[in-house]
């Protein structure tokens, strides 16, 4: 009898087929597989074979979130090709990828997290520590700039439907249709980050999809991947470091010291554009991402508490409003209020 949990006996057909014909399991071989826990926009497995755990991911149709949220499935293929391309420009900053097919699902390597501990759960801790800010704005900044101008890669993640379907409409349009007031100057960021198309951007740049390795850091979940505007990765990072500062409020000075050293780090980084025009972009995005996550499709999780989603509102659209230029402008608005 298959380990594979009853509700998932459709799925464990094309899943050992897979893993067999890239001999990964063997003929007679039925692993044991264990959802993991976090996917929201996909299904995760940990499946172990004799030879080692692998994980194996295959993406929804529609999210696990409260709003209706439909996208795109190909974007696993997407997702598969990001970290094949990453792996080659810094190897170890991804996973490595086993095997794929064309139904929808593919194998990587198992990081265990003993050595691989998440980012999200060290920060959860307070365990904020501005050294891997900086590693984490270092390897961003090398993908951008080490994938800007070039149109092979470019031409292979043309995904300008599927990123308005997981991270503008969600994020900017669905905020814009809760905040009339501002709608114009929203929708005005959604339109500006849908037109740029600089680099490769893996879209979901969170403490939740990066690993702290041995080596630094490991970038997951990539279904985002896209050809577009490097400003919406660094931003989005930015943004989950001061929504931080409300969940442990403890360690905020110690985010903050992470805000700024993620900054550096990535902009030092940065020359594939004047470091000005970025930076001014990544400001001026951010507060929009803020306002967001508090009513947005895709609300963080851990801000419960209305005056500290009330906070979020306020800072969020005085800054939309003044249309900052620099990331200290962000964050000491953020540390004023």
């Known amino acids: 009898m298959s380990a594979w949990p009853r509700t998932d006996v459709d799925a464990f057909a ?6 067999r ?9 039925h692993p ?11 299904d995760i ?11 194996v991911k295959r993406a929804l149709p529609r999210l696990r979130v409260a709003q209706l949220w439909e996208a795109p499935v190909e974007r696993n293929r997407y997702e598969r090709m990001w970290m094949e391309t990453v792996g080659a420009i810094i190897p170890g900053a991804t996973p490595g990828v086993l095997a794929h097919d064309d139904t929808g699902f593919f194998a990587m390597e198992y990081l265990a997290p003993e050595r691989y501990p998440l980012w999200k759960t060290e ?13 984490v704005g270092d390897r961003l900044a090398r993908i951008h700039a080490a994938t800007a101008g070039n149109s092979a890669i470019a031409g292979r993640f043309a995904t300008d439907a599927g990123f308005h379907a997981i991270r503008l409409e969600p994020y900017l349009v669905a905020t814009a249709r809760r905040h009339p007031a501002l709608a114009t100057r929203l929708l005005a960021l959604a339109e500006r980050t849908a037109a740029t198309r600089l680099c490769l951007v893996h879209g979901d740049v969170s403490p939740k999809n990066l690993l702290i390795g041995p080596q630094g850091p490991v970038f ?3 279904e985002c991947a896209w050809y577009g505007d490097p400003a919406f990765d660094a931003a989005f990072c930015l943004n989950h470091l001061l929504l931080k500062c409300l969940w442990v409020p403890a360690a905020r000075d ?26 001014a972009r990544v400001a001026s995005l951010l507060p929009g991402l803020l306002l967001a996550r508090v009513d947005g499709k895709s609300p963080v999780e851990y801000l419960t508490g209305e005056s500290d989603k009330a906070r979020v509102r306020r800072v969020g659209s005085r800054l939309i ?17």
């Open 220 to 222: 997951l979940d990539a």
């Open 32 to 42: 044991r597989a264990v959802p993991l826990a976090g996917g929201v926009s996909s």
């Open 14 to 19: 094309p899943i050992l087929e897979l893993l």
């Open 123 to 135: 920060l959860a801790a307070g365990r904020a520590d501005k050294i891997h800010a900086s590693e």
């Open 254 to 279: 110690a985010f903050l010291a992470c805000f700024d050293a993620f900054s550096a780090s990535y902009l030092a980084g940065a020359d594939w554009e004047p470091r000005a025009a970025l930076e």
């Open 45 to 55: 497995w940990k499946v172990d074979l004799a030879q080692g755990p692998v994980c």
């Open 21 to 29: 014909a890239a001999g990964l399991a063997g003929a007679k071989e």
């Open 321 to 337: 409003e003044a249309q900052p230029s620099t990331l200290a402008q962000v964050r000491d608005a953020w540390l004023r209020s």
